[in-house]
């Protein structure tokens, strides 16, 4: 048996009618850039956010660097990130010319440790991005207070969890902003790149819209120097039919997660938090010889994946930086963690050969 660890033309397959029409519709419609797709998509993220004001842009990246840039990250600031996450997150902390300052993680949930973060903070610090990683809500609550009694802004990395909550509330509504990516693999994934910004701050969301424009409110008249970030109408139009359908995909990756929790043997599973609800972009597991595990799991048909196999202060650009952190549990999750497939379109039998298979892993 073979199992991908994603299956994008299995989930197009389950709904190629509606996709192709409405991308059809755009196509006879010719208008490509700033038409009504967009418009409505942010609306829709918006509501489904539980916020006032969703900005479409080109990616998750840009949605992070322009928050950063419109809440006036620059030279000479601090913005905390976990050492754990893709590397946009501090990457866009470094493209405003501010300095990213990584934090470890708390190890059964990858997320930023709040504990460790406080320890952190210092006079230049601005901002704090909490990253909802693998779709698991941070611990907003604890991140929230730290951040308003130090005058912080909060960025949320929503990137990985849109749809996840905290607390009965959607990540991505808590911060000043919340960053969203439709990368093609995420749990709302467009045909291409794309991303967005939700926000309740009404002037945040006027610059953002200005700044992802070239900086131009109406078309010539440039008021500040921006970016060329605009979500295209055809992916909006196949974000808004996927839309539709992102709750019901989001509870079958639960179920697929609590089966596998519960039948899984010999490796640690992913710790839920209670009170939160996890999406799981990625169900990953951990393992002390997880390299050993992902080959054999390969010679069985089984793909599996590594997010991420170097915390960002061991990355190359950030040592030649000067960076000499050490960060124990980021850089033990970087050796030990292993995703498996979980994505909705995995049938019973898969997941039943996937689990028979890692039982039976003599590692
Ligand atoms: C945690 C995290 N942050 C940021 C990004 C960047 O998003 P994008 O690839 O849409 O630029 C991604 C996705 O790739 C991500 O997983």
Redesign the pocket.
Known sequence: MQIPIIDIKAQYNTIKAELDSAVIKVLSEGVFINGPEVKKLEEEIAKYSGVKHAVAL???????YLSLKVLGIREGDEVIVPAF?????AETVSMCGAKPVFCDITPDTYNIDPVKLEKLITHRTKAIIP???YGQPAEMDLIMTLAKNNGLNVVE?N??ALGAKYRGKMTGSFGDTG?I???PT?NLGAAG???MVVTNNSELAAKLSILRDHGSVKKYAHSEIGVCSRLDEVQAAILRVKLKYLEGWNEKRRKNAKKLTSLLKGVITPRADEQSSHVY?QYTVRHSHRDQLAEYLKANGIMTGV?YPSPLHKQEVYMKAGYMDVLPEAEKASREVLCLPIHPELSGEQLDYMIAAINNFKG
């Open positions: 080109n990616s998750g990246t840009d949605a992070l996450t893709f590397f946009a997150t990253v909802h990683l990395d990137a990985q960053c990516s439709f990368y995420k790149d794309g991303g972009h997010h």
